[in-house]
């Protein structure tokens, strides 16, 4: 129980215990102490005169001459530079697939008027253009984003017109996506930036070409080439998977994979390959991010988050995982052998030793995908060991998308924010919040997402979720509408119940968090809320992350404006300065700021407090159900 607040997690680690198999927790206790230098930011290894460390009333700077303050920013700006290039790294394989879906391929253009949407913020001319012309000339204008040299970030400037001035002044619009990761790399390089206040500003700059550029990107061409979501029923937790169908679990991020595995396992030939071994059918389950995608545009099953992949494996009953890039634990393949379970890597950039390797190639996707689901059939016969799947399994409404998710709150024939701003204008609503990112074994797995969630919406705050924390949310039963009676205050209630959402809102993966910047921009226009994000009750919350990607997308939520709160603090304790830039002194330049806060209560009541000052800062009433 100390370990996850999920039931179906905590029968199997039991199981796991009882087999001696590890998990992530294991690990983590074997890490234990850990680093306590590299926990504060303290440890520098940008060049070979060291590896240097600041130890108090010792080594005050290392052998160039970096203070803590350097050293710590210089460590912090590296991850968003990770995290951001993660990201635009799979929005630039997204632009190149909509490239292909333009020719002759496995791809189509599922959703044209977004595609023209798009085009329109690109600054690219539709009109007299059909689909795939036009699907051509935006994937190229976007994949020109990345290496752009001079001017401005395109999609930035859907940004609202005072915080694309704000960061202008600041010096901090971003050009090039891959132009700003490089830049980091080089400040933060031997002898280059010592200013902890600049690096920052780079840092955020870097991570502003990420959440308006490269995970933009990837949101807006994946619902081009899939569909944009729109709500949809469908079910979470280990219990998804079916104990007689052949079990497939994608994971990791690209739907470029996971919809033409979804694709290849509805084929009639394969199914009927999966019947004559003796099986149900074929079952798709995701974990991760991918998940998200899938179940977002196709309702497929949620097989968990982030440290549920090797729960997964333990059930015995996954038959094959596929997985592409990116959180994905190097643990797996050690693991699957003491199962059944084939694990197959398919990204040129990620593999794993004792993983099969099926290298997927867009240009034949449906055919790579065919492969490897047949792989998992064939294997459905191998099953030995005993299969024990926890019977958890929880329903859920997924699937709102920036365009349709205050749809709802407009009414079927008013799709406008406006419902949304008189809400929080007459204080049914006080605000809005997001809570997303990761799992991370230092945190009971989903607690701080679940406990924040409920404390939020208790105080009629209408919360939007993505990636690990939306499916912690979800496995704890917060997606579904009838929630709101059990849990929401008044006023969100009344809310939850005209429109039939719940008080908990699904929004999709990481990349998908620039669907947040979209609503708060659109809440902008909607007019009421003030000239700028940072003017708008809402606040952000990452109280399990554990990622470099969680940087990078806590840096561009504050350098759009957002307070945001996160569980276990950045590795800068070391620097005091840097800490309180952070915390305190950035809020003057950005309008948003960071807190760091474990006890998912009180992190609720920060975020709380924050959004009542932003609430008399417009003179808004006091809160209808106080
Ligand atoms: Ni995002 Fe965290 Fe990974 Fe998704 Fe989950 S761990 S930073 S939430 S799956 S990317």
Not at 250 to 279: I, N, W
Not at 483 to 500: F, P
Request: proline share 4%.
């Amino acid at each position: 129980m100390e370990r996850s607040a999920d039931r179906a997690a905590q029968k199997i680690l039991r199981l796991s215990q009882e087999m001696g198999r590890e998990t992530a927790w294991d690990r983590f206790l074997a890490q234990k102490p850990q680093c306590r230098f590299g926990e504060k930011g303290l440890c520098c290894r940008v060049c070979a005169m060291g590896p240097c460390r600041i130890v108090e009333g010792k080594a005050a700077r290392g052998v160039c001459g970096a203070t803590a303050d350097t050293i710590a920013a210089r460590n912090l700006a590296r991850m968003i530079a990770a995290g951001a290039a993660a990201h635009s790294d799979h929005g630039r394989d997204v632009a190149k697939t909509l490239l292909l879906a333009s020719q002759d391929s496995d791809y189509r253009v599922k959703d044209p008027v977004k595609l023209r949407r798009v085009a329109y913020s690109l600054g690219v001319d539709a009109a007299g253009k059909d689909d795939l012309a036009l699907a051509k000339e935006v994937a190229e204008r976007c994949l020109g984003e990345f290496g752009r040299q001079e001017g401005e970030l395109r999609l930035a400037l859907r940004a609202p017109e005072a915080r694309v001035e704000r960061w202008r002044k600041l010096g901090i619009m971003p050009r090039g996506i891959d132009r700003e990761i490089v830049e980091v790399l080089h400040r933060t390089s031997i002898g280059v930036d010592a200013d902890y206040r600049n690096i920052v500003l780079q840092g955020m700059r870097c991570a502003l070409a990420d959440g308006w550029g490269g995970s933009m990107i990837a949101t807006e061409l994946q619902d081009v080439l899939f569909g944009t979501p729109s709500p949809l029923r469908a079910r979470v937790n280990l219990g998804v998977l079916n104990p007689k169908a052949v079990n497939i679990v994608v994971h990791g991020h690209e739907p470029t994979l996971s919809e033409m595995v979804v694709l290849a396992a509805r084929d009639p030939d394969l199914l009927r390959q999966a019947r004559a071994k003796g099986a149900e059918g074929i079952n798709i389950a995701g974990i991760c991010c991918t998940a998200n995608e899938i179940l977002m545009r196709h309702g497929i099953p949620i097989a968990g988050n982030f440290l549920h992949q090797e729960l997964a494996v333990m059930t015995g009953a996954v038959d094959l995982m596929v997985v592409d890039v990116q959180c994905i634990m190097p643990a797996l393949s050690d693991l699957a052998r003491h199962f059944h379970t084939i694990l197959v890597t398919t990204s040129p950039k990620a593999k794993i030793p004792g993983a099969e390797h099926i290298e997927f190639e867009e240009e034949r996707a449906l055919q790579v995908a065919k492969e490897i689901v047949r792989m998992g059939i064939e294997n459905f016969s191998r099953r030995n060991g005993k299969i024990y799947i926890p019977n958890e399994v929880m329903d859920l409404i997924a699937g709102f998308a920036a365009e349709s998710v205050f749809y709802f709150l407009g009414g079927r024939y008013r799709a406008t924010y406006r419902p949304l701003n008189d809400a929080i204008i007459d204080g049914r609503l006080r605000g809005i919040a997001g809570i997303v990112g990761c799992n991370n074994p230092k945190i009971t797995q989903d607690f701080a997402h679940v406990e924040m969630a409920k404390e939020l919406i208790k105080n009629d705050v209408l919360v939007v979720t993505t990636g690990c924390a939306a499916i912690a949310d979800a496995k704890a039963g917060l997606l579904r509408p009838e929630v709101a009676y059990e849990l929401a205050g008044k006023g969100l209630q009344e809310i939850c119940e005209a429109v039939g959402i719940p008080p908990v809102l699904h929004l999709g993966s990481c990349v998908d968090n620039s669907r947040i910047l979209i609503a708060l921009t659109n809440m902008v226009h909607e007019g009421g809320l003030g000239e700028d994000i940072s003017a708008i009750p809402a606040a952000g919350a990452a109280p399990e992350w554990m990622s470099e990607k969680a940087v990078a997308i806590a840096f561009y939520f504050v350098a759009s404006g957002v307070f945001t709160v996160l569980g276990n603090p950045f590795p800068i304790e070391g620097s005091e300065n840097l800490t309180r830039f952070l915390t305190e002194e950035i809020e003057k330049l950005v309008g948003g700021k960071f807190a760091f806060e474990t006890d998912p209560i009180r992190a609720a009541h920060l975020m709380l407090e924050h959004i009542e000052r932003k609430r008399q800062a417009l003179k808004l009433p006091a809160p209808m159900y106080a």
